[in-house]
């Protein structure tokens, strides 16, 4: 991981030095974009380990940022935002964003939470685990495929490791918590409107079968039921 290329995209000159020193410390690599169109710019030019984005920005803003950058790659992105609104988490999350922070923040969690989107990203494929079938739904954790009778689902990243998380511990009720460790890497207290957000990106997927669901179990957390 050290070494590594991280592009943090502010307009707040004390954000990027703040942030700059405590990943450097860590043995990273900074490089900087103080709006929208410098950042797609950089990201044209040579795409970094992860991006921190900020979704406030002058020209083009971050939500535009994000779309433009998953519709082509699955770049790990934590986006920062300033406001503590569920509204702007979501739309990130929606967009593909892989995490958020509501500024002010730690920059100690911040760097957590990098450390934690990487390794997540670099997690390497299990040769030894056999495919997991659930009625008309096949999961290959060797290939990190997921069919739905003869039909391929694409799904992202972490898409997947929430899904095999889920399916692992089939009938069993995970806390958003759990998740977070199993999926995500991490087990930040509150920090769970990731999973509702992308629980509902994997009931979407997953509507073409019959055989498996994901069931919200109130005041607790999700299970699937195969």
Not at 11 to 36: C, K, S
């Amino acid at each position: 991981m050290s070494g590594e290329r991280i592009l943090v995209v502010d307009d707040e000159p004390n954000i990027v030095d703040l942030t700059r020193v405590y990943l450097e410390r860590e043995g990273f690599r900074v490089e900087a974009a103080a709006d929208g169109a410098q950042a797609l710019a950089r990201l044209q030019e040579r795409e970094p380990a992860l991006m921190i984005l900020d979704l406030m920005l002058p020209e083009v803003d971050g939500y535009e940022v994000c779309r433009r950058t998953r519709a082509r790659s699955d770049l790990p992105i934590l986006m920062l935002t300033a406001r503590d609104e569920d509204v702007d988490k979501i739309v990130g999350l929606e967009l593909g964003a892989d995490d958020y922070l509501t500024k002010p923040f730690n920059p100690r969690e911040l760097v957590a939470r990098v450390k934690a989107i990487l390794r997540r990203s670099e997690r390497p494929v299990r040769p030894g685990s056999k495919p997991i079938h659930l009625g008309d739904v096949t999961i290959d954790p060797a290939r990190r495929e997921v069919r739905v009778g003869e039909a391929a689902v694409g799904l992202r990243a972490k898409e997947f490791d929430l899904l095999l998380a889920l399916a692992e511990h089939r009938g069993l009720v995970l806390t958003r918590e759990q998740l977070l460790k199993l999926a995500w890497g991490f087990d930040f207290a509150g920090e769970t409107r990731t999973v509702d957000v992308h629980v509902a990106h994997l009931r979407k997927r997953l509507a073409g079968s019959a055989a498996v669901r994901i069931e919200t179990v109130t005041g607790v957390g999700y299970k699937l039921v195969a």
